[in-house]
């Protein structure tokens, strides 16, 4: 099993483009999430699913658009990219809502907006 | 105020020193993780708690749901152990993290 992938590991960005973020799980884990990583600020949940069809909003949601049509796939989309969203960016799946069993953490990307 | 509180922010031991790091949070939660962050970069994940107490090698993690507190214990310290230890509440469908433990274990 692969566990988590998520790709690119780095990228940068200009002001205003677009981009996404993919995430895929190949362990059939209802519950995926995105989050990023800032120094000082721990790390922040940006969107989540509890299963196909099925997105919500975490705490830093502006920005960042989610989609989750298949169990195996949940990308992270940034519509027009901003420096503030600079950071490093995580995703990571459990089997069931919320974190409900062990947590599996993807690599991270690590993205620079100029 | 941050809804988890990890302290202290940085610890300093000796190899072979008893470790501990604390995490206090203020909502009602379902379960609480423990995640170990490597100088990589990679997270992995240690423990979920929803009561009691959890052992796996070296490692011990307790849980007061009353007194809202987590604690989690690294025995017999190991220069493999340097990393950042992070906590994070489950409330609902969310996950709430704490700042981070960064521990340096010395040869």
């Known amino acids: 099993n692969a566990g988590v992938t998520q790709t690119p590991k780095f990228q940068v960005l200009k002001t205003g483009q677009s981009m996404t973020l993919q995430c895929a799980q190949d362990?059939?884990?209802?519950?995926m999430s995105w989050y990023r990583q800032d120094p000082g600020m721990g790390l922040r949940l940006i969107h989540y699913?509890?299963?196909?069809?099925?997105?919500d909003q975490g705490e830093v949601p502006n920005g960042y658009n989610v989609s989750r049509s298949t169990t195996e796939d949940f990308p992270l989309r940034l519509l027009s990219a901003a420096p503030s969203q600079t950071s490093v960016y995580f995703c990571?799946?459990?089997?069931?809502?919320?974190?409900?069993?062990?947590?599996?953490f993807g690599e991270g990307s690590r993205l620079t907006v100029l | 105020k941050n809804e988890v509180e990890q302290s202290p922010q940085n610890l300093t031991a000796q190899e072979g020193e008893f470790i501990t790091i604390n995490c206090s949070y203020s909502?009602?939660?379902?379960?609480l993780h423990w995640l170990q962050q490597h100088p990589g970069g990679g997270i992995v994940s240690l423990f979920m708690?929803?009561?009691g107490k959890k052992k796996h090698g070296r490692l011990i993690a307790t849980i007061n749901i009353q007194e809202k507190h987590s604690s989690l214990h690294i025995t017999a310290s190991h220069p493999r152990d340097s990393a950042v230890y992070i906590c994070?509440?489950?409330?609902?469908?969310?996950?709430?993290f704490g700042g981070g433990t960064r521990v340096l274990v010395k040869p």
């Open positions: 990571a799946s459990s089997i069931q809502g919320g974190g409900t069993g062990e947590l599996f």
């Open positions: 362990m059939n884990h209802e519950y």
């Open positions: 699913s509890v299963g196909a069809g099925i997105t």
């Open positions: 909502v009602g939660i379902s379960a």
């Open positions: 708690l929803s009561s």
């Open positions: 994070a509440v489950k409330t609902g469908n969310k996950l709430t």
